[in-house]
Nanobody
């Protein structure tokens, strides 16, 4: 199983980013997929999940700003992030399970002016 997250970077408050996660080594289209994040000094936090048919369930604290989507034909998971806040600063992981046992290396998102 390989999960390669990308698309992170430095963005100003109020800005947007879209993260991507390229998946391989398993049947992506039949798996629910998860986005997790870890802020500095804190534990890993679930923020969004994508069902196999593309529905997104998002953590209440980010709902309306951050949501998942996927392209099963490309084995790729996305995280659209809008109206970013400094507290969204974290290392973002895509994962095959909600606990993050099977997750990629993460991509850093920093929200700062």
């Amino acid at each position: 199983v390989q999960l390669q997250a990308s698309g992170g970077g430095l963005v100003q408050p109020g800005g947007s980013l879209t993260l991507s996660c390229a998946a391989s080594g398993f049947s992506f289209s039949s798996n629910w997929m998860y986005w997790l994040r870890q802020a500095p000094g804190k534990g890993i936090e679930w923020i969004s999940q994508s069902t196999s048919d593309g529905r997104s369930y998002d953590k209440e604290s980010v709902e309306g700003r951050i949501t998942s989507s996927r392209d099963n034909a490309k084995n790729t998971l996305y995280l659209q992030m809008n109206r970013l806040k400094p507290e969204d600063t974290a290392l973002y992981y895509c994962a095959r399970d909600i606990a993050g046992v099977t997750r990629g290396q993460g991509t850093q998102v920093t929200v700062s002016s």
